[in-house]
């Protein structure tokens, strides 16, 4: 079946450095899906990316989704203490509402 | 508007013993889904629905039952509660493309 995969699990950066997190995919993806959770919290959509090769900024945030559409990356520019969270990609299966999370990324920063 | 509403939000069983979380939301989307969360595991699709009367199963359903009544409440019914069923619940609905999450329910069996 259809499996996403996240790297690195964990990341621990000094403020002010950049942070990156990598999902890839066993299959083609329609298009795919960034989720943000606060310890504690709940996850929060942040942005869907659905062209090959999309780019896609938000402030500080960079989203990839790859000329393939089986691999896609977040990057953060200069990390502030409030990026910190768990990030999580998601790819549908079959529908936008069956996701297939990946495991999710831990950043931590240290101020 | 308040969204996606689950309660309880902490709650603990003894093993065997069966109770309902609930869910309900506000926004008329049409998909609502389950989902668990355990550490270093991600979020698992337990159940979803497309709409009111129609259920599905997702990735790990078993030990789990769903209805959906309504198009605003989606329940998770655990039959019988086991240790291995100790995790974080969500409850998520979209109408295509956002997934809005509740808040989750926190539940332990003991």
């Known amino acids: 079946g259809q499996q996403v995969m996240q790297i690195p699990q964990y990341q621990h950066v000094q403020e002010g450095e950049d942070f990156t997190t990598y999902c890839n995919s066993s299959?083609?993806?329609?298009?795919i899906q960034w989720y943000k959770q606060r310890p504690g919290g709940h996850p929060v959509f942040l942005i869907q990316?659905?062209?090959?090769?999309e780019v896609k900024k938000q402030k500080r945030l960079t989203f990839q989704f790859g000329e393939a559409k089986k691999n896609s990356s977040l990057h953060i520019t200069a990390t502030q203490t409030t990026d910190v969270g768990t990030y999580f990609c998601?790819?549908?299966?079959?529908?936008?509402?069956?996701?297939?999370f990946g495991k999710g990324t831990l950043l931590t920063v240290n101020p | 508007n308040a969204g996606v509403t689950q309660t309880p939000k902490f709650q603990v069983l003894k093993t065997g013993q069966s109770m309902t979380l609930q869910c309900a939301q506000d926004?008329?989307?049409?998909?609502m889904s389950w989902y668990r969360q355990d550490p270093g595991m991600g979020l698992r699709l337990i159940h979803y629905s497309v709409g009111a009367g129609i259920t599905d199963q997702g990735e790990v359903p078993n030990g789990y039952n769903v209805s959906r009544s309504t198009t605003e409440d989606f329940p998770l019914r655990l039959l019988s509660a086991a240790p291995s069923q100790t995790s974080v619940y969500f409850c998520a609905s979209s109408y295509d493309t956002e997934a809005f999450f509740g808040q989750g329910t926190r539940l332990t069996v003991v």
């Open positions: 926004m008329n989307h049409e998909y």
């Open positions: 998601a790819g549908p299966k079959g529908s936008n509402y069956k996701l297939t």
């Open positions: 299959t083609t993806l329609s298009n």
């Open positions: 990316l659905v062209k090959s090769g």
